[in-house]
């Protein structure tokens, strides 16, 4: 008898959700009349939609050179499809966005074809909101900001290009449209639960945790369910790219995954839902498409590559990037090689460009200066936030090392402009820069990995003692292998490898 009333009860929620849902895609067929009308366009019939799914559109980093390449694109080979930017940027205009493109990425975009949705709700995806259980605040957060976006504008191909990927069943059971996604990096993945299975101390596990065995077994059990419902909600995709290998060797991985103890749990109801209404695994993608980020090195390979000063350059956003390591390992390097020190001309500098996206990145700024004068190393510390590319253009041009200490750093653009522009690079020997970009050519360095303050130090020694002739040698084979590797031809070239387009014209 309960059971039946329980299934009684289902059933009428779900007819009452199946009602809302039709209802939203019959409006949306108004909405988007509307906004063809607004764009101006004069055939409707003929046109698509893609809807990007970018939070932190307006954000100015490697993520969003990725959106706005693939968008001018679009607009350059493809003119009857419009462009639909999902953004919570709402303190700006689609005008600005536009301007600060150019002026950021020395990217083109034509208003004609494309619209911003501004979202009210992205402050539900911001890692302030969840001081705890971070992972899944921050995704039931994304699935709520999706369903606002749903409600704006349904497209016909959704795309998400910041790896919001519990997105994905939302808009499956709202929009019943395809899915598509760039990954950037996995938001869990093996690794992390295999530390805290060794209850390794790290950035994801705190000591607190880590030194308690409850804890720690509680954590793991929060890990695997969410590493599942994750897997699952990938699983609703219909192509995934991802930006290198070290993020498709975890995607694939994660694709594949199976927990034999929930996937039983979930034959039992309310949580069979979940198995009618997802799509079957022959249907999903069995693995993924790397396609290298757009990097437009044109006028970064045009920077005269000798005559370069001793500056330590910094090209990444104030948030996750790890600078306070940046810092520490200049710091090294002049209590090692005090013959740095000073003002004189044998001096080194270490400049640190990036974007301040909020008050929480303000922060961090703000932190890190003091951080410097903590270190003693201010005088010989120079910040420059929200550059705007022909100042960091200039900096390139002078500068002879590029710095990356982010640890498993899933691709890193910077570097790739750091190479194009002769500069040599020192990253941390993780993640995907070891792997795709700093590769040697033609059996040759192209640059150096380092793990500890101790080793980046004597990778800057290196660097700024080669003899002219090797350094001369080294900067030149950076740049040819990122101009051939990694240029916005390539880029498009994979991102049509996809097969986006049989799904938006099927």
């Not at 009452?16 to 067929?29: E, F, S």
């Not at 013959?339 to 909020?358: C, F, M, T």
């Not at 700024?464 to 040819?480: C, G, H, I, S």
């Amino acid at each position: 008898m309960a059971w039946a009333l329980v299934i009684f009860l289902v059933g009428i929620v779900f007819a009452q959700a199946v009602g809302k849902i039709l209802g939203l895609r019959r409006r949306n067929v108004q909405q988007r009349a509307q906004l063809l009308s607004a764009l101006g366009v004069q055939d409707a019939s003929s046109k698509k939609i893609i809807g990007f799914f970018h939070p932190y559109c307006n954000a100015g980093g490697g993520g969003e050179r990725v959106l706005w390449a693939a968008v001018h694109a679009l607009q350059r080979k493809e003119p009857d499809v419009i462009s639909v930017v999902y953004s919570g940027d709402t303190d700006t205009t689609k005008e600005k966005i536009i301007d600060k493109v150019k002026a950021r990425f020395d990217i083109e975009l034509s208003p004609r074809t494309l619209h911003i949705v501004f979202l009210q709700s992205r402050s539900l995806v911001e890692e302030s909101a969840w001081p705890r259980f971070t992972l899944l605040g921050q995704s039931l957060g994304s699935m709520y900001l999706v369903w606002e976006a749903m409600m704006n504008l349904i497209p016909d191909l959704f795309i998400d290009t910041m790896g919001y990927a519990f997105t994905f069943p939302v808009v499956s059971l709202l929009g019943n449209i395809p899915i598509g996604a760039y990954i950037h990096y996995p938001t869990i993945s093996t690794t992390m639960l295999s530390r805290v299975r060794s209850r390794m101390q790290g950035h994801t596990n705190s000591q607190s945790i880590s030194s308690s065995l409850l804890l720690s077994q509680g954590k793991l059990l929060y890990y695997r369910v969410f590493m599942y419902y994750y897997a699952y909600s990938l699983r609703q995709a219909r192509f995934i790219m991802v930006n290198s290998s070290w993020t498709k060797g975890h995607i694939d991985s994660i694709l594949q995954h199976q927990d034999i103890l929930l996937d039983a749990v979930h034959y039992l109801p309310p949580l069979i839902l979940f198995k009618l209404l997802s799509r079957s695994r022959s249907q999903s993608p069995r693995a993924t498409q790397l396609v290298y980020p757009s990097c437009d090195t044109r006028q970064m390979s045009k920077l005269p590559l000798e005559g370069r000063e001793g500056i330590i350059l910094s090209i990444a956003q104030f948030r996750h990037k790890d600078h306070a390591a940046q810092l520490r390992a200049f710091h090294k390097f002049l209590e090692l090689y005090p013959e740095y020190r000073g003002a004189g001309p044998s001096a080194a500098k270490l400049v640190l460009v990036g974007g301040s996206r909020n008050v929480g990145d303000a922060t961090r700024v703000e932190t890190l200066r003091l951080l410097a004068q903590e270190l003693g190393i201010d005088s010989q510390v120079q910040f420059a936030v929200n550059a705007r590319f022909s100042e960091m253009l200039g900096w390139l041009g002078r500068a002879s090392i590029g710095l990356s200490t982010m640890v498993d750093e899933h691709f890193g653009i910077n570097i790739v402009e750091f190479m194009a522009a002769g500069v040599i690079p020192v990253t941390h020997a993780s993640g995907g820069a070891p792997l795709d970009i700093v590769v040697p050519l033609n059996g040759e360095p192209t640059g150096y990995h380092a793990t500890t303050p101790e080793t980046f130090a004597e990778a800057f020694r290196t660097i700024f003692t080669l003899p002219p002739e090797a350094e001369l040698a080294m900067r030149q084979r950076a740049r040819t292998l990122a101009v051939q590797k990694f240029s916005p031809e390539e880029f498009e070239r994979a991102w049509d490898a996809s097969g986006w387009r049989d799904w938006l014209f099927r």
